[in-house]
């Protein structure tokens, strides 16, 4: 019985760092989307077809490992909600869980441009995401992903029973966990 929570939001909008103070308080292992994507683009830097391959080959292995050792784990993730591989990857991972008895919780996250762009050149952010280090670069690559990707629901579009929206524009990373183990009764283990 392994329970997996994916806290899903679009980029600078602050998944690592509340995914990493929910690892703090509740004791889950945590894999965010970027420990599989940095290692990826280090090995196959020129290589798009072999760098997702291994990125998502990763992030299967961890799952997998997670499952078959019952160490309960936090995801984090971009979902596009107009991208129909999206939805269904996030489906498989929740049937994937609850298969085994475990508990399956989405965290969505929101927040205003103007912060997640204060946000995407923070230390801790550059620090984790090396590939984040071109601040010119990213910025421009958040603002154009608006276009292209839709990473924020519409009211009342996800479904999930062990779900929560949180717009933390004007909230601290310690508040937003506290919402979320309030919410689940996530208590450390």
Known sequence: MTN?????????VGKMTVAEKLKEKIGYSLMTNHDSIEVALKIFPNNEKAKWKLKSRIREDVFQISLENNIDIIFTYILDFDSKEDIQYLNELKNKFEKTGGKF?????????????????????????????????????????????????????????????????????????????????????
């Open 4 to 12: 997996l929570i994916v806290i899903i939001g679009p980029q600078a």
């Open 105 to 189: 919780y989405l965290i969505e996250l929101e927040s205003d441009l103007k912060t997640r762009l204060e946000r995407n050149g923070t230390p801790h952010r550059l620090e984790s995401k090396p590939s984040k280090k071109n601040i010119e670069w990213s910025n421009k690559e958040l603002i154009d992903s608006m276009d292209k990707y839709r990473m924020n629901s519409k009211e009342n579009e996800v479904k999930f029973d062990n779900y929560i929206k949180i717009n933390n524009t004007n909230l601290e990373p310690f508040d937003v966990t506290q919402i979320i183990i309030d919410k689940f009764n996530l208590n450390k283990i």
